[in-house]
């Protein structure tokens, strides 16, 4: 009785042990050594065939996933290679590869989330070295990419070519994904038509580290002409102007990392970086409205953000004059500027007056210092207050005033023949001054634009314990409000004496 339930135990267990053995087998199997079918990949010429699948499962938690390639001639095995993908843990896919297909063998560049691409080359012919391309060869390759049907010069260099092709010249590397340069200094010359051919804007161009001249990459650094808002309308149109140009000849699809970005230089700030959406590139129109008001709002809350905390003009950057600067500056000099006809002017109750003297001018623009009579218009009273108030900026002084006689007042220069100013700030009874900005309203115009009419400062003023400000449309302004019947004034409140500004209303 007991050897036969001791025989029944040891089959029990037996049989156990074998579950146990099959199922981590199994286990094994799905997890190591399963092969999923993924995608295949065949030649232009239906000849070649390379196959792609993973190998078992991701490693636990987010490792590497192994993919299997095999290339084929035929129903003929040539060569077959694994490859560890880095992409967070997921599952080897489509996306993890792309394929092109050369004269000479397939390059496969692999991808993942967590890793540089890489690229690995199959030869056609199951060599493991790459010999290089004729001259008939580099031809018929820069034909199928972009129709080039005669190439002017092909010189051979260290590890690849200098080329000139449709009056672009461009480098080649020497290996068989015959990396090359001519779109990226298409798309540089393109760019150059725009900027600063057609918009006269400044620009110059960021290139990253690469290791051949056939891998650079341009990144467009395009200026705004002034650092307060009053070009960001400008700007943006420019903006959409250009990449129409571009998108023209080298479209989206073509070419996607040519749009990656671009670097806005304002000046006064730092660089800025600016990612373009790449829905709204897909999609982009020559007046594109979601691209222009992203790029719109960008600037707005760029200049905002770096401009706040840089108007407390009490710091050691502010413009104050020093007495050394005074000195400089001989008495019969300032006796000679008090005999000036003011252009701006504001009167103190006590009598006293300021006055805004243009002592220099340059292209029809002005450059100016600030002047206070003890005895208005008698020059014998005169005394310099500020050598250089708007911070070596020229245009015409369009107004200069001061909050209920304090020491807090505001000046304002306009540029462009009264097109636009820019809004200054005192707390010192015009000693020193700083640069304003003002937020955009964001109007939306009838195509879907959001647009800044409010560009010219006209007065300020004091009430209920709030500094307000009416802002004009500038000379060439032409916003009308269906709702009031006219063209409006912007008009913005401060409620920390003046050093910022939120829109309050529109009003006639």
Known sequence: M?????????????????????????????????????????????????????????????????????????????????????????Q??????????????????????????????VFFDGSDRFEGYTDEEIGEILEERYGIKQIGYLQKTIGGYKIKANGIAFYAKDDLAFHESYQQEYFKALTEEVFPEMTGRGISWETENVESPAEITYIPMISMHSSGKQDIDAYC????????????????????????CIVAEVPGYENSRYYFDEISLKNFKEIDKELYNSLYIYLNNMIDSKSSGQNDIEGEDSNESTEAEFEEISNETVKTWAQYEPEAVYDFSDGTEYAMIAVDRA????????????????????ELVNSDPFNNQCGAAHFISFIDDSDVGFACLSYSGGAEGS??????????????????????????????????????????????????QGSEGDYYNEELGGHPYGIYASDDNGESFYFVKEEL
């Open 92 to 121: 080897f896919r489509t996306a993890n590869y792309s394929v092109e297909w050369m004269k000479k063998g397939v390059v496969v560049t692999f991808k993942g989330s967590e890793q540089a691409d890489r690229e690995v080359a």
């Open 363 to 382: 292209l029809g623009s002005s450059f100016y210092v600030l002047m206070s009579y003890k005895e208005k218009g008698n020059p014998d009273t005169a």
């Open 237 to 260: 149109s420019d903006i959409c102007k250009w990449l129409s140009h571009c998108m023209e000849k080298i479209p989206y699809d073509d070419a996607p990392e040519l749009y990656r």
């Open 2 to 90: 007991l050897k036969r339930i001791l025989k029944w135990v040891i089959i029990i267990f037996a049989s156990l042990s074998a579950i146990i053995i099959a199922f981590f087998l199994f286990l094994k199997y799905e997890m190591s050594w399963k092969l999923s079918y993924v995608g295949e990949e065949i030649s232009p010429d239906g000849q070649y065939r390379l196959l792609f699948q993973q190998i078992g499962e991701p490693d636990f938690p987010f490792g590497y996933s192994h993919a299997k390639i095999t290339f084929y001639n035929g129903e003929k095995k040539v060569d077959s290679f694994n490859e560890d993908i880095a992409d967070d843990g997921g």
């Open 423 to 472: 809004l200054f700030l005192t707390k010192d009874r015009g000693k020193k001054y700083e640069e304003l900005t003002l937020p955009s309203p964001n109007i939306e115009l009838p195509d879907g634009k959001l647009y800044n009419p409010f560009v010219m400062p006209e007065k300020a003023w004091e009430e209920g314990g709030k500094i307000y400000l009416k802002v004009g």
